[in-house]
């Protein structure tokens, strides 16, 4: 076939249709992701999270101690007592989590649900708490 009969013919201009950008054009050559969110889902199954760890009876009885500590501090301080806690975080998407250490200050301890409240309103279940020290004035 011979083209010279079109060769060196203008090139066609659309009047209705405006002429595509190149990153429009170039756009209809990206790749096509067939399976959207599965890396995701990749990633998320290879996250790593810690079991919650269960206090022995001695570590039970130096937490109570602490406890009774920081109690007779918020009775008898006007000062709130600061602590470094380390408790348990569980994670919202699988099972297990990660254990976070935080200084702080605690407004109070609820008994009834057995909580620390904090004076920047968090609280703390005292169930994952692993380790608290109070700090000295």
Partial sequence: ?????????????????????????????????????YDDAIDETSRVTDGMVELDSDAKKDMDRTLSLLRSSLQESDVLPQVTVTFFVPDIYKDGGSYNTIKTIVKKIDDVKRCLILTDGRTIEISRIVDMIVESK
């Fill in 1 to 37: 076939m011979n083209y010279d009969d079109i060769i060196n013919l203008p090139h066609h201009v659309s009047h209705r249709h405006p002429r595509m950008s190149l990153l429009n054009r170039a756009a209809q050559f990206a790749p096509f992701a067939a399976l959207t969110g």
